[in-house]
């Protein structure tokens, strides 16, 4: 009895919905891939190869660039989940147990696109491993704390925050599993999971209820899923945007002497390696300086 409460529980129906969409096709976002084609037009060859070996801070490049290229992404994404939410809304009432579930996974797994998307724009690593159609706890986790933001939850505002700061603090190309599984970060996350599993079904029936005339409810679905997605996708852009892990700043030393606080980086000598590599700085702002390029 106590099992089944558990398995109905707003948090595990957020849980299956999650991840039910993270195999969906086209769900998970290949960083690689993305990041070429966001950033061609927005920087340089060089900055490119080191936002793809790196990360967009790394490599230098401006927040107000990265921004551009988010809009792009948000609007692409914008347009495509509502299109599908509206086609969705053609057969009308009649068709709905069958055209409700399946619009509801596209609409999260659109929200999974856009928070992939966001988060390597402003130099999150990568979210999900390669290969197989499992999700790990932290991916799952980091992701819940993505969807808070996007729903206005003030908690996951500051959850991001401190899960940023770590990757950040120890140039982390993976995800931090402890701090998102473990710390004080998790049962917020649990928190966030249960409210997000009571908005979805609120979102479910007033989509249902779109949906219920033929040809009409097309539009008004269509309508909906934009004046709810467009605004969430925005408001996840802004907070990561405005983390210090996406600044500049937040990169790599390579090939010079900085002098912070009495602290200095030796200088690379000619012939060594020159790749890109992290320093740990005694000062509050680690800057991010590049031989021969003002970024």
């Known amino acids: 009895m106590n099992q089944g409460k558990v398995s109905e529980s707003p948090e595990s129906r957020f849980s299956v919905l999650l991840v039910g969409a993270a195999r969906l096709p086209g769900v998970r976002i290949d960083r690689e891939t993305y990041l070429k084609k966001a950033l061609a037009r927005h920087c340089s060859a060089d900055q490119l190869r080191i936002a793809i070996e790196e990360t967009p801070a790394a490599a230098g490049i401006p927040v107000d660039l990265l921004d551009r290229a988010a809009n792009d992404s948000i609007r692409y994404e914008s347009a495509k989940v509502s299109a599908l939410s509206a086609a969705a809304g053609v057969p009308g009432a009649i068709a709905l147990p069958a055209t409700l579930p399946a619009d509801l996974a596209q609409y999260v797994g659109h929200m999974l696109r856009i928070s992939q998307k966001l988060a390597y724009l402003y130099s999150w ?119 210090e892990l ?37 000062g509050p702002v680690a800057a991010l300086i590049r031989r021969g390029r003002n970024p």
Do not use: C, W
């Open 125 to 243: 690593p990568e979210l999900f491993s390669e290969g197989g159609d499992d999700v790990d706890d932290a991916t799952m986790n980091v992701l819940t704390l993505f969807f808070g933001v996007m729903f206005g939850v003030s908690s996951a505002n500051g959850a991001v925050g401190k899960v940023a700061a770590q990757i950040s603090e120890q140039v982390a190309k993976k995800l931090p599993q402890k701090a998102l599984t473990q710390g004080v970060v998790y049962p917020i996350v649990k928190k966030i999971a249960g409210y997000l599993g009571v908005e979805m079904t609120k979102q479910s029936f007033a989509k249902s209820v779109s949906k219920a005339i033929p040809i009409v409810g097309a539009a008004v679905s269509g309508g909906l899923t934009f004046a709810t997605y467009l605004p969430m996708a925005k408001r996840l852009k802004k907070h990561l945007a405005g983390l």
């Open 246 to 282: 996406a600044r500049p700043a937040h990169g790599f030393v390579v090939g010079e002497v900085v002098e912070d606080e009495g602290v200095s980086v030796p200088r690379q000598e000619e012939g060594q390696d020159q790749g890109v590599a992290p320093v740990k700085r005694a």
